[in-house]
């Protein structure tokens, strides 16, 4: 399957996935080999909410490619204060830019945009939609260090309004996994979610739990998430789970010794600090692999023969 954008990671067959995660491979070995790649190319950046790790390494990844980064930055200070649309916005920008990067509040944002524009447009999280690029560098991180095939993986935290969530479970059922989700009932997976995850895997390798402690020791993964104070509606709603499911030291005391703990960041509360420094951290590596990701990314977007193609995909 060929991919001009990446929208959701919904689009991606297992061929794609393994296409990107083996050029990730390539260059985390040998950057040099690509650090003049894409000289000349712009890479343009609207990010409508706030960022720092998909941001940075967004622009780090396009300048380790001989490329470099035009910002529109704040939306303060751009012409959306004065009521352009998004539209407009996208439209402007692609005639500086070889391609765009976007992250908007509204689910949808970049579905909408990706049909006004020529240049390949990477979605950099939408709303409480998907977030296609994490869950690439997720993906990375997990088979660096467990295999992406005859994996168990618990996914705890913020499922309702998690976009990372949607977009790594999505992904997880292109392979032979058990994906177990942790939460309290208010920020369960919303159901149209649950459904599709069903429909994609046969139902046989999702479950729900509002407790970690009875899944934790058959774990390969424990990805664990924010609560996303952000994204509640209602601030009564955000105090009556925050600090939840949190994991110290004395959580881990049951898990097994492999275990890969991940988090896209940024934490607040939800993983110890105790852990940072021990053999189930993972997630400063994971932040990591998103500059040989999106390096990845961008290279196959902006190829001559544009695309995200699978090899075992016609």
């Known amino acids: 399957m060929r991919h001009d954008h990446l929208i959701t990671s919904k689009q991606l067959s297992r061929g794609d996935i393994e296409t990107v995660l083996d050029r990730a491979a390539e260059i985390d070995a040998d950057p040099s080999a690509v650090a003049d790649r894409h000289a000349n190319t712009l890479l343009g950046l609207l990010f409508f909410e706030p960022s720092t790790r998909t941001k940075m390494s967004f622009e780090t990844a396009m300048k380790r490619l001989g490329g470099d980064v035009v910002d529109m930055g704040s939306v303060e200070s751009s012409s959306v204060k004065k009521g352009e649309t998004l539209a407009d916005t996208v439209r402007v920008i692609e005639g500086y830019t070889d391609a765009l990067v976007l992250r908007h509040p509204k689910q949808g944002a970049a579905t909408m945009a990706s049909e006004f524009v020529d240049v390949p447009l990477l979605n950099a ?24 095939d005859d994996l168990t993986i618990g996914i705890m935290g913020d499922l309702k309004y998690g976009r990372t969530v949607h977009s790594l479970a999505h992904a997880l059922t292109n392979f032979e996994t058990q994906q177990h989700f942790i ?12 459904y599709d995850l069903h429909q994609r895997q046969d139902g046989t390798g999702i479950k729900e739990h509002e407790s970690l402690e009875g899944v934790l020791p058959s774990l390969d993964v424990l990805y664990v998430t924010r609560i996303q104070r952000e994204r509640f509606p209602d601030e009564n709603e955000y105090q009556k789970v925050a600090g939840e499911y949190q994991i110290d030291a004395e959580t881990l005391e049951a898990a097994s010794d492999d275990l890969t703990v991940m988090h896209p960041l940024p934490r607040v509360d939800e993983i110890a600090p105790e852990i940072d420094d021990t053999d189930y951290a993972a997630y400063f590596d994971q932040a990591h692999n998103g500059v040989p990701v999106r390096m990845a990314l961008l290279d196959l977007l902006l190829s001559d023969d544009r695309g995200i193609r699978g090899e075992t995909d016609e």
């Open 125 to 148: 999280g939408d709303g409480a939609g998907h977030h296609p690029t994490q869950t690439m560098l997720d993906l990375y991180t997990i088979r660096e260090n467990a295999g992406l």
């Open 183 to 194: 939460s309290p009932e208010s920020l369960q997976l919303p159901r149209e979610v649950v």
